[in-house]
């Protein structure tokens, strides 16, 4: 079987890490599987190669690079861990290559800095395999057409895995990280979280898109189209981690596609905006979506009522969405410093009282609720930022997450 292993920055920063990713390339290479290996750069922010620390290396410059010549330069770190990882490798006496994204067929669009993959070749990772070489792919990029560098954003080593993955196809692909598997919350927010066994990919395509950053939800849609299983896994256990696959699936294997609440994510950084007015409410609504559609600023939230709207955009667009309202002499009331809190379970649906609970224990812990909003499977909350952790963690212990069966 084709395996495409995912290695993350923490995973490769120092010499112990990296000693268990050889542990890992081994140990799948011992049992006769095929392996390709994209790695992310190494480390995280203030870490000579790591992707931020390229990024504050250009800002002290002023900003002043194109966005052409910024991806060149991003796509560095990965290159650097693949080289790395390609050189341990054969000092071991694996026969392994390493190749940047275009070359190992990942094309993309013109989109510096967010490109989109629009098609993988994977003949010269097939050829490679065949030579019964490791190939060891820089993730996080790709190049156009034109052999142009260009960088997937962020998350974008696991998109490229999973894009390999479905191209290939791939009979698994597993995202090493530096946590158990996918937990019931971030552990870096509430302690107590648990690793899921089994989620389907609806359930962590929706945690990942409220933020939870253990995988990014590109990479989700990109191996449920193709069908392809994933697996988030320590890079420092042997645990089997989170299978991630489709429902039925989960299903079959016994697993749980029904439970009220899987999980939590959250989101920092949001501003609340609240914009009253007397010219009657479709007229404001109109406008003040029509101008911040018109800036590109993302809104949230979106509450509308007789006396005005109400709605988020993140800290970053908030300057930009206060000018945009003065400019059309509206006056708003300006709440930077929210967090989201999203509630997320594929058995919500249906299920009554859930709201109910998430406001009794919030109340309970003297945490008021700013806004909120649902749908059939997430209910989102936004609280000030310092009680977003309170919020977490009293969640958490009021879905009793902490005991929830991991299947
Ligand atoms: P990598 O460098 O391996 O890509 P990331 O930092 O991108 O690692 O993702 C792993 C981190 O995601 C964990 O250290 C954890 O703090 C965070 N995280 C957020 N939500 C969750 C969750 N629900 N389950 C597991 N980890 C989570
Ligand atoms: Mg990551």
């Known amino acids: 079987m084709i395996i495409v ?45 790591a992707t931020d620390t390229l990024l504050d290396w250009i800002a002290q410059n002023g900003n ?42 990942i094309r993309t669009d013109a989109r510096f800095g967010f490109a989109r993959i629009v098609d993988v070749n994977s003949a010269r990772i097939l050829e490679y395999l065949e030579e019964d070489k490791v190939v060891v792919v820089a993730g996080f990029q790709g190049a156009t057409e034109d052999g142009e560098v260009t960088t997937l954003g962020r998350g974008g080593s696991d998109t490229s895995a999973t894009a390999l993955g479905a191209a290939l196809p791939a009979g698994i692909v597993d995202i090493y990280t530096d946590v158990d598997g996918i937990l019931t919350a971030d552990p870096r927010m509430v302690s107590e979280a648990r690793p899921l066994a089994m989620v389907s990919y609806e359930e962590i395509c ?23 299983p994933v697996r988030v896994r320590s890079t420092f256990s042997e645990g089997l981690g989170t299978l991630v696959t489709h429902a039925d699936s989960v299903r079959r294997q016994g697993g749980w596609t029904d439970r009220t609440v899987t999980g939590l994510a959250h989101v920092k950084g949001v501003t609340q905006l609240a914009v009253e007015t007397d010219n009657g409410p479709s007229d404001v609504q109109l406008r003040v979506f029509r101008a911040m559609a018109l800036s590109g600023i993302s809104v949230d939230f979106i509450n509308v009522t007789p006396a005005g709207v109400l709605y988020t955009v993140t800290d970053q667009d908030a300057p930009q969405a206060v000018r945009l309202l003065e400019e059309m ?7 930077s410093g ?23 224990a919030l109340t309970a812990a003297n945490i008021p609720i700013l806004q909120s909003a649902d749908s059939n499977t997430t209910i989102w909350v936004l609280v000030a930022e310092d009680d977003m952790v309170p919020a977490l963690q009293a969640l958490h212990a009021a879905f009793g997450l902490h005991l929830a069966p991991t299947r």
């Open 5 to 49: 292993q995912k290695f993350g920055g923490t995973s490769l920063s120092d010499e112990y890490s990296r000693q268990h990713v050889l542990r890992h390339i081994r140990r799948e290479k011992a049992e006769g599987h095929r392996l390709v290996v994209v790695v992310s750069a190494m480390g995280r922010r203030g870490e000579p190669y």
């Open 206 to 228: 929706n945690m990942a898109y409220n933020g939870a950053k253990v995988i990014h939800p590109r990479a989700v849609e990109i191996a449920m189209r193709a069908g392809v």
């Open 64 to 105: 002043s690079l194109p966005d052409r010549e910024k991806d060149l330069l991003l796509s560095c770190g990965e290159l650097i861990s693949a080289a790395t990882l390609c050189s341990l490798l054969n000092r071991e006496g694996i026969p392994a290559v390493a190749l940047t994204g275009g070359q190992a067929g």
């Open 329 to 335: 002499r509206f006056s708003a009331r300006v709440r």
């Open 338 to 360: 929210c967090a989201k809190v999203s509630v997320i379970g594929g058995g919500m649906n249906g299920e009554p009282g859930v709201m109910a609970r998430i406001v009794e």
